[in-house]
C-alpha cells in the first residue's frame, strides 16, 4: 500500500506542477531519485503519465486520466470552449460531435461526445481511443505534427484495420499533405466498418495541436457532396475553441 500512496501523490504532483522534472519531484517528496524515476516509468507505461513533446526531460498528464475520469474536464478550459461550439454544430448537422485529445504518437482519446436525435447513430464511449493513422480524429492531429513525428509513427509500423486503411506510408503521407492543404481530415470505413467522420484539429497559440473535434456517423447517411460544407463547418468549429481563425 505504501507504494500505491506514493505513486498516488507523484501522479497528483505532476498534475499540479506539469510539466516537471525528475529532480523537481525528487526535493518535493524528498525521495531518493531512482524511487521517483522508477515510479514516473510506471506510470508511464500504464499510460498515466508521459514526457513532454517539447522537453521529455519532463512529465506531464496522459489522457489515460481523461478517458477514466472525463468529469475532470468540467473545469478544464479546453473542455469549457469546446462544449458550446460542438452543440452549436451539433444541431447544425444533427450527427454525433466527438472531442478527442492525443496520447502521444499512441492513440487519440474520446473525452467528450454530443449526441445527435438520429435513431440509428455512432457510438464512441468516452475513453475510447483509437490508432492515429487510420482516423480522422488521428490523421488531423499527425497532419499538424513535425515531419519527423509523422516519420517516427511510420517507423513503428502502421496497422491495416480495413481495404481503406492509409498503411503505406506514402499513401499517409498524402493523405497528410492533402488534410493540410484542405483544413480537415475524412474517414470512411478505414478504421471501423460503417463509421465515417470529418475531423478538423484544434490549434493552440503556437499551431500545435490540442484536440480535434469530427462529426461522426454511419456511413448509411455520409454524402460526397456534402463533404465540403461539413469540412468547413468542423475546421470552423475546431478554430472556435481557441478563438484562431481557420488556416491562421
Not at 22 to 38: A, H, M, W, Y
Not at 48 to 72: F, M, S
Amino acid at each position: 500500500m505504501k507504494s500505491v500512496t506514493r505513486s498516488l501523490r507523484i501522479l497528483e504532483a505532476v498534475a499540479q506542477h506539469q510539466p516537471v522534472t525528475v529532480g523537481e519531484l525528487t526535493k518535493l517528496f524528498g525521495l531518493p531519485k531512482s524511487t521517483v524515476q522508477r515510479t514516473l516509468v510506471t506510470l508511464a507505461e500504464a499510460g498515466w503519465l508521459r514526457a513532454n513533446r517539447k522537453d521529455t526531460t519532463r512529465w506531464e498528464i496522459g489522457a489515460r486520466v481523461l478517458a477514466v475520469r472525463p468529469a475532470a474536464l468540467q473545469g478544464s478550459s479546453l473542455f469549457a470552449a469546446a462544449r458550446e461550439p460542438m452543440v452549436r454544430l451539433r444541431d447544425t448537422v444533427n450527427e454525433t460531435i466527438h472531442l478527442s485529445v492525443p496520447d502521444a504518437l499512441q492513440y487519440m482519446v474520446v473525452v467528450d461526445r454530443v449526441d445527435c436525435s438520429h435513431a440509428v447513430r455512432t457510438f464512441h464511449t468516452v475513453g475510447d481511443t483509437s490508432p492515429l493513422h487510420a482516423t480522422a480524429t488521428g490523421r488531423a492531429v499527425l497532419a499538424q505534427l513535425p515531419k519527423q513525428d509523422v516519420e517516427e509513427l511510420i517507423e513503428q509500423g502502421l496497422e491495416r484495420f480495413s481495404d481503406t486503411t492509409p498503411a503505406d506510408p506514402d499513401e499517409l503521407r498524402t493523405e497528410l499533405d492533402r488534410i493540410r492543404t484542405d483544413g480537415y481530415a475524412v474517414n470512411r470505413n478505414q478504421y471501423r466498418p460503417g463509421v465515417c467522420a470529418i475531423a478538423a484539429a484544434v490549434l493552440d497559440e503556437d499551431g500545435c495541436p490540442l484536440a480535434t473535434v469530427a462529426i461522426s456517423m454511419p456511413d448509411s447517411r455520409y454524402d460526397e457532396d456534402r463533404l465540403p460544407e461539413w469540412g468547413r463547418r468542423v475546421a470552423d468549429t475546431a478554430a472556435e475553441v481557441t478563438g484562431r481563425r481557420p488556416g491562421a
